[in-house]
Every structure is written in C-alpha cells, then in structure tokens.
Nanobody
Framework: QVQLVESGGGVVEAGGSLRLSCATS????????MAWYRQAPGKQRELVAVISSGGISKKYLASVEGRFTISKDNARKTLYLKMDSLKVEDTAVYYC????????????????WGQGTQVTVSS
C-alpha cells in the first residue's frame, strides 16, 4: 500500500526556515517524480516544486525560486523541501505528491497524496 507521510511543518517567524519531509512506502518513491503542493485558505492549490525520479531535473514556483530547495534521499525513500527566507504568504498546508514528470509538466497532480502538514509564517 502506497503511503506518503509529511512532517516538519510548524509556526515560524518571517525570515525563518523550515524543512519538510515526506516519508514514503509501498514502492512509490523510485519510479516516480515527486512534488510539493500547497494550499492556503480560500486559494487554489498550487505546485511549489517538482523533482524528477532521478533527482536531476527540478522546477519551482516562481515565487519560491531561490528560497526553497527540493531534494530526495533514495536510501531513506524520503522527499524534502527546505524553505528559507519564509514569508507570510508562504502560509499554507503543504502536500507531498507522487506522479510522472509528464503529469507535472502538464500541470496535473500525480496520483498519490500525503495528508498535508501546516506551515504558518508569522509577521
């Protein structure tokens, strides 16, 4: 059974940092590209960052480029999102997602989702 379990969210002051983790099981990690989405209250879900299955190709939402870094640990089967210089507008529930690179290029989420972790940035 595929599982994606996020952790690492919390409350941080603007300018601070957090690292989100997404632990996976059920064979989803190796063959799939993976991504982080977020959804703020009253707003549409948006794709924050994507990493290819091999870890070579990465894409970022323009507003987080240079501040967020997506990475993966193949041995731990875990996806990460390091978030630096956090802004109030980064406040959202962050979701881990697994799918194909083609899905993300076409702006479609992958098939598998985690339950989400709340990130709150205070001013």
């Amino acid at each position: 059974q595929v599982q994606l379990v996020e952790s690492g969210g919390g409350v941080v002051e603007a300018g601070g940092s957090l690292r989100l983790s997404c632990a996976t099981s059920g064979g989803v990690f190796g063959p799939n590209s993976m991504a982080w989405y977020r959804q703020a209250p009253g707003k549409q879900r948006e794709l924050v960052a994507v990493i290819s299955s091999g870890g070579i190709s990465k894409k970022y939402l323009a507003s987080v480029e240079g501040r967020f870094t997506i990475s993966k640990d193949n041995a731990r089967k875990t996806l990460y999102l390091k978030m630096d210089s956090l802004k109030v507008e980064d406040t959202a529930v962050y979701y881990c997602n697994a799918g194909s690179w083609d899905d993300y290029v076409r702006e479609r989420p992958g098939r598998y989702w985690g339950q989400g972790t709340q990130v709150t940035v205070s001013s």
